[in-house]
C-alpha cells in the first residue's frame, strides 16, 4: 500500500554459497540455485544499495571544483548479530571470512512486507492454457498461489500445491505455471464443485554478492550480549525483488 512504513525489525539476514560476479550486473535468475542458510541472532542491518564514486576536477577559469558522478560502489556491509551457540548461519559466516577464503558469496535480506493472505472463489476453462477468472484479482506475474475445491480440480492441477501465476491476461484473469516463469499449466479432464483461490505471499527482498571480510566476535560491558560484527564488501549491484502476493 503507497505510504505505508516498514519498520528494521522482523528482516532476515541469510548467506548463500559462492556466486561468480561477472562484467554485467546479476539479476535474480543468478540466484536461484543457491542453497541459503539464515543467520541467527540478527541485531543490526547494515546499508543497502548503490554509490557513485565522485570525479572532483579544479577549473582555473571557474575558480571552483566541478563534480560529476563516477563508477558505481555498493558500500561496505557492517551486520551485527548476537551469538547463538550452534547456529550453521554464524559458522558458515565464519568460514567465508577465513583469509583464505577469497570467493565472493551470494547474501539475501528478507524485508518485513510480506503482504496480508488474499482468497477468493475462482473458475477455471479446460484449455491450453487452462485461465482462471477472479475479479479484480490484481496479482503481479510470479505471485505464489494454491487452490482448494469442494470437489475435483481439473486435470494438471492438484490442491494445495503451490502454483504461480505465469501471466495475467486482464484485471480478472490469470494463467498458473509449476515454477517460477515456467510454462502456463494446460488443464484437461473433468471438474466439479466450488473452487477457492489463496495467495501465498513473499516479501520483497534484496540479492547481492561480496566478499566476507570479517566475523569478529566482539564484547562490552556486563550487561551486553557477545556480537559477531560481520563486515562484507558488496562486488555487485542490488538486485531488488518486489514482495509478491
Given at each position: 500500500?503507497?505510504?505505508?512504513?516498514y519498520p528494521?525489525?522482523?528482516?532476515?539476514?541469510y548467506?548463500?554459497?559462492?556466486?561468480?560476479?561477472g562484467?554485467?550486473?546479476?539479476?535474480a535468475?543468478?540466484?536461484?540455485?543457491?542453497?541459503?542458510v539464515?543467520?541467527?541472532?540478527?541485531?543490526t542491518?547494515?546499508?543497502?544499495g548503490?554509490?557513485?564514486?565522485?570525479?572532483?576536477?579544479?577549473?582555473?577559469?571557474?575558480?571552483?571544483?566541478?563534480?560529476?558522478?563516477?563508477?558505481?560502489?555498493?558500500?561496505q556491509r557492517?551486520?551485527?548479530f548476537?551469538?547463538?551457540a550452534?547456529?550453521?548461519?554464524?559458522?558458515?559466516?565464519?568460514?567465508?571470512a577465513?583469509?583464505?577464503?577469497?570467493?565472493?558469496?551470494?547474501?539475501?535480506?528478507?524485508?518485513n512486507?510480506?503482504?496480508a493472505v488474499?482468497?477468493?472463489?475462482?473458475?477455471?476453462?479446460?484449455?491450453?492454457?487452462?485461465v482462471?477468472?477472479?475479479?479484480?484479482h490484481?496479482?503481479?506475474v510470479g505471485?505464489?498461489?494454491?487452490?482448494?475445491t469442494?470437489?475435483a480440480?481439473?486435470?494438471?492441477?492438484?490442491?494445495?500445491?503451490?502454483y504461480?501465476?505465469?501471466?495475467?491476461p486482464?484485471?480478472?484473469?490469470?494463467?498458473v505455471?509449476?515454477?517460477?516463469?515456467?510454462a502456463?499449466?494446460?488443464?484437461?479432464?473433468t471438474q466439479?464443485?466450488?473452487?477457492?483461490?489463496?495467495?501465498?505471499?513473499?516479501?520483497?527482498?534484496?540479492?547481492?554478492?561480496?566478499?566476507?571480510?570479517s566475523a569478529?566476535?566482539s564484547g562490552g560491558?556486563?550487561?551486553t550480549?557477545?556480537?559477531?560484527?560481520s563486515?562484507i564488501?558488496?562486488?555487485?549491484?542490488?538486485?531488488?525483488?518486489?514482495?509478491?502476493g
Amino acid at each position: 500500500m503507497a505510504g505505508e512504513l516498514y519498520p528494521v525489525a522482523g528482516c532476515r539476514f541469510y548467506i548463500g554459497g559462492v556466486i561468480s560476479v561477472g562484467n554485467a550486473d546479476l539479476v535474480a535468475a543468478d540466484f536461484a540455485s543457491q542453497t541459503w542458510v539464515e543467520v541467527d541472532g540478527y541485531a543490526t542491518m547494515g546499508a543497502i544499495g548503490d554509490n557513485a564514486a565522485v570525479i572532483t576536477q579544479a577549473l582555473i577559469n571557474r575558480g571552483r571544483d566541478y563534480k560529476a558522478k563516477g563508477t558505481a560502489n555498493a558500500p561496505q556491509r557492517q551486520d551485527n548479530f548476537a551469538v547463538v551457540a550452534g547456529d550453521p548461519g554464524q559458522e558458515a559466516l565464519r568460514l567465508a571470512a577465513l583469509p583464505s577464503d577469497k570467493n565472493n558469496y551470494a547474501v539475501r535480506i528478507k524485508l518485513n512486507d510480506t503482504p496480508a493472505v488474499k482468497t477468493a472463489t475462482v473458475t477455471v476453462t479446460i484449455a491450453a492454457p487452462g485461465v482462471f477468472t477472479w475479479v479484480a484479482h490484481g496479482l503481479a506475474v510470479g505471485t505464489p498461489v494454491k487452490f482448494s475445491t469442494t470437489g475435483a480440480l481439473p486435470t494438471g492441477l492438484v490442491a494445495g500445491t503451490t502454483y504461480y501465476v505465469q501471466s495475467a491476461p486482464s484485471a480478472d484473469t490469470f494463467t498458473v505455471s509449476a515454477t517460477s516463469g515456467g510454462a502456463a499449466i494446460t488443464t484437461t479432464g473433468t471438474q466439479s464443485g466450488v473452487h477457492t483461490a489463496l495467495t501465498v505471499p513473499a516479501p520483497a527482498e534484496r540479492l547481492m554478492a561480496g566478499l566476507v571480510m570479517s566475523a569478529m566476535e566482539s564484547g562490552g560491558e556486563a550487561n551486553t550480549m557477545r556480537m559477531i560484527n560481520s563486515t562484507i564488501e558488496v562486488n555487485s549491484n542490488t538486485v531488488r525483488v518486489a514482495r509478491l502476493g
